[in-house]
């Protein structure tokens, strides 16, 4: 049996493997040379954490609006992967915030809320190179790039105050939360 | 060079790729030898599609109450990615509605909804075997086999009457109504 006949085939394979595994959402993030984040275009892909209506997190008091914001929360799979084996997020860690209308009279539903279009989009990025390990940045509806939120913002104060695990609001993901407190790095009453 | 010089290292890689691969979440449905479906176990790795709130196809009127059910809606990776080519799901298609809890104060949280344990799971199966091209099963919170609804039960017939397509709310489900409308299989007015 000849090289040619057994290599080439199994080069074939190997190649046919790359472009398969190519397929895969890809979610690390990228830069643009002026510092900003470059929109993660295929979020919609990756690991759904959950969603809120309306959450408030000021004293409550004035009633629903009609059309509460909607959110969904996605993490990139390497970091959802990562937090399921160790419940801490690594490096290059991606949280998308999609912010959307809510709708609730439309086609045969009369009642509650379903979801609308998109109003705003944030990412929330673990990157040891950034001031303090997080940054937020801003793609309004769905720009090319997010500006990122100076360190003022009160996003910084209330996610090192009260997110669960390492700034992130783990108490809010269901399926996350079990983890983080099976792996003992859940901070209880935050 | 040795035949086997060449070989063994090309075999280790086509393994290792196949291990990677390996690792994406599997999404094709499988039934016990009773007829009933197994649990999707992974359908939290699967595509998000949307999430709503104490929707309702009844008639308002009621208030929402304390605690609203949310659900959210996942379908496999196969039939995502072939509706956005197509607008129309495949054989197999497998979209699970998930049934949860509302939880409206926690942790800072003092307005609005956010989601807590399951109340109940049910997968809708697109597969030419069942009567009708499509079968619903359910799941309870958990159980290992979901049993089939009967033809009777409401949501084939509402399925049928009302969904955008092909018997599904893509109505309801943002990202792929755009999709649907592009590609001409959206039925307007359900």
Redesign the interface.
């Known amino acids: 049996m000849g090289?040619k006949r057994?290599?080439v085939p199994?080069?074939g394979?190997?190649l046919a493997?790359?472009v398969?595994?190519g397929d895969?959402p890809s979610s690390a993030i990228e830069y643009a040379s002026n510092g900003e984040l470059k929109f993660p275009a295929n979020y919609?892909?990756w690991?759904?954490l959950?969603?809120?209506?309306?959450?408030?997190?000021?004293?409550?008091g004035?009633a629903?609006p009609e059309h509460?914001d909607?959110d969904?929360v996605?993490v990139n799979?390497e970091a959802?992967r990562y937090f399921l084996q160790s419940g801490t997020w690594p490096d290059k860690t991606s949280m998308v915030l999609e912010i959307?209308h809510s709708e609730s009279?439309?086609?045969?539903?009369?009642?509650?809320?379903?979801?609308?279009?998109?109003e705003a989009v944030e990412v929330h990025v673990k990157d040891k190179r950034l001031d303090g390990g997080w940054g937020f940045f801003g793609f309004g509806e769905k720009q090319a790039t997010g500006k990122p939120f100076p360190k003022s913002a009160t996003c910084f104060s209330?996610h090192e105050q009260?997110g669960?695990v390492d700034t992130t609001?783990v108490?809010?993901y269901?399926?996350l939360q079990s983890v983080a407190k099976a792996k003992g790095t859940y901070r209880e009453a935050?």
């Open positions: 090289l057994v290599v199994v080069i394979a190997v493997l790359m398969h595994a895969a919609r892909e690991i759904f959950s969603s809120g209506v309306g959450m408030t997190y000021r004293p409550a004035a629903m509460p909607v969904n996605f799979q959802y959307r009279k439309g086609s045969i539903n009369q009642g509650g809320f379903f979801q609308g279009e998109i209330c009260h669960a609001f108490q809010f269901p399926t935050r």
